[in-house]
């Protein structure tokens, strides 16, 4: 419980600061800069680190309530976003995040990311994703749901997520992250094929790892 208590916290105020406390204590000048540089605090959800953010804290905060009550069914729906989704998308966001940013610093944001996330914060969003999955697959025993079923859910949050990129690139006509804007459309369709390929490797990941610590192994 405390575990879960802890990390829905964490994310909790992880969304609260993205939406308030960048905003906090700077000139009218910085907030105008940071507006530009983020198109605003409502245009934040167009940010893959934001939809696992809200999707952790709703996981974590939800697990520690049914830590409390144990409703039999809650658990099963909770294993189930937690296989499907939580553990590899967690695992993508922090994976592809750093490594893009290993490549380029500017792949990722344009600007100077220490000049609007301080660097502790930037950790927080984007290294703590996947430690909280992997402790919670770690402290926690999951049943994983048929590969089939999990993957496909799997698979269709992240072409929703694509299709609101694609939706607000056509209101826009940039792309949420810079890297997208200097590929062609066929590199830009293979690096969207190649991630749904990656997001079914981190399932199979999460429910490897999950049967050599609890031997619970679903196929």
């Not at 105008?32 to 959800?45: A, F, Q, S």
């Not at 949050?157 to 694609?166: G, K, L, P, S, V």
């Not at 690139?169 to 190649?194: D, H, Q, V």
């Given at each position: 419980m405390l575990v879960h208590a802890g990390l829905a916290v964490h994310f909790i105020f992880a969304l609260w600061y993205l939406r308030y406390?960048?905003?906090?204590?700077?000139?009218?000048?910085?907030?105008?800069?940071?507006?530009?540089?983020?198109?605003?605090?409502?245009?934040?959800?167009?940010?893959?680190?934001?939809w696992i953010l809200f999707l952790q804290a709703y996981f974590y905060a939800i697990s520690t309530v049914n830590d409390l009550i144990?409703?039999?069914?809650?658990?099963?729906?909770?294993?189930?976003?937690?296989?499907?989704?939580?553990?590899?998308?967690?695992?993508?966001?922090?994976?592809?995040?750093?490594t893009l940013v290993r490549i380029d610093p500017k792949a990722i944001f344009e600007g100077n990311l220490n000049d609007v996330l301080?660097?502790?914060?930037?950790?927080s969003v984007h290294t703590m994703p996947a430690i909280s999955a992997v402790l919670e697959v770690l402290s926690y025993p999951h049943v994983y749901p048929s590969s089939?079923?999990?993957?496909?859910?799997?698979?269709?949050?992240?072409?929703?997520?694509?299709?609101?990129?694609?939706?607000?690139?056509?209101?826009?006509?940039?792309?949420?992250?810079?890297?997208?804007?200097?590929?062609?459309?066929?590199?830009?369709?293979?690096?969207?094929?190649?991630?749904?390929?990656?997001?079914?490797?981190?399932?199979h990941c999460g429910n490897l790892i999950n049967y050599i610590v609890w031997g619970l192994l679903f196929s």
């Open positions: 406390g960048i905003w906090i204590r700077v000139t009218p000048e910085e907030a105008k800069k940071r507006i530009k540089d983020v198109g605003g605090p409502h245009n934040l959800i167009q940010f893959l680190t934001v144990n409703i039999s069914f809650v658990q099963a729906l909770l294993d189930y976003v937690f296989a499907a989704l939580v553990f590899p998308c967690s695992i993508f966001v922090t994976v592809m995040f750093w301080p660097s502790w914060f930037n950790h089939m079923s999990g993957i496909t859910t799997l698979q269709i949050f992240a072409a929703t997520y694509i299709t609101c990129c694609f939706y607000s690139n056509t209101l826009s006509g940039t792309w949420a992250y810079p890297f997208l804007n200097k590929l062609s459309m066929p590199k830009r369709t293979l690096f969207f094929a190649a991630s749904h390929l990656v997001l079914a490797i981190f399932y």
